[in-house]
């Protein structure tokens, strides 16, 4: 399953504050591939579809709603965020470790 670092977590849970209250959170859906690599996006959404994989960080405030497809792309995936100095935010995602 998707893992979420600390600081996406926290990126995570001020979007959604923002957004919405409940159940709200991000839903991750694959796009168009371009030039065979696949590209996300990461929306903010009021709840859960009824398929979606449902990933939660930082006690279940920081919440992600993974598409079926995206599910099984990111099974082995770390997402984190980076923030620049201009307060702009960057998902990045990278293949967890092997144990």
């Known amino acids: 399953m998707l893992a979420v670092s600390d600081i996406a977590a926290e990126v ?6 923002q957004a919405a209250p409940g159940d709200s959170g991000v839903r991750i859906s694959p796009q168009i591939e371009r030039e065979g690599e696949t590209v996300f996006a990461i929306t903010p959404a009021m709840g859960p579809g009824p398929e979606d994989v449902v990933v ?14 995206a599910a099984l792309m990111l099974e082995d995936q770390i997402l984190d965020a980076a923030v620049t100095e201009e307060g702009d935010v960057a998902f990045i995602l990278a293949a967890r470790p092997s144990a």
């Open 56 to 69: 939660e960080a930082r006690d279940g405030d920081a919440r992600i709603y993974l598409e079926p497809a």
């Open 12 to 17: 995570i849970h001020i979007i959604v504050k």
